[in-house]
């Protein structure tokens, strides 16, 4: 199974900006959508962004709209997500993950179970 790996995470004060990386083993026209989602203690992952890797198309929460920002390297077969104006209540582990089948691509995949393969998550924590 493919593995997905998180990096990027930290410890950030509230109003700043972080960015994380999601390393692929490859894209793939078949699979081509990667989502990123986030969860904290006692509830549910949450999608917080998806990109087509295929044709960069993207799609947000209304959540993090006009702050997080996904992005993919078609080189490097990474996915990136810029995030931006923090809140403490962005504190959360954060997955990346690769959608079950290829879309086309809305808000619908901002749901964990569309998806299959998982990383391991990269903590990212708000605070002053």
């Known amino acids: 199974q493919e593995q997905l790996v998180e990096s990027g995470g930290g410890l950030v004060q509230p109003g700043g900006s972080l960015r994380l990386s999601c390393a692929a083993s490859?894209?793939?026209?078949?699979?081509?959508?990667i989502g990123w989602f986030r969860r904290t203690w006692g509830k549910e992952r949450e999608g917080v962004a998806a990109?087509?890797?295929?044709?960069?198309?993207?799609i947000y929460p209304d959540s993090v709209k006009g702050r997080f920002t996904v992005s993919r390297d078609t080189v490097k077969n990474t996915v990136s997500l810029h995030m931006n104006s923090l809140k403490p209540e962005d504190s959360a582990v954060y997955y990346c993950?690769?959608?079950?089948?290829?879309?086309?691509?809305?808000?619908?995949?901002?749901?964990?179970?569309?998806?299959?393969?998982w990383g391991q998550g990269t903590q990212v924590t708000v605070s002053s």
């Open positions: 490859r894209f793939t026209l078949d699979y081509p959508i």
């Open positions: 993950a690769r959608a079950r089948d290829a879309g086309p691509l809305t808000t619908w995949y901002l749901r964990y179970y569309e998806y299959s393969s």
């Open positions: 990109i087509n890797t295929t044709d960069g198309s993207t």
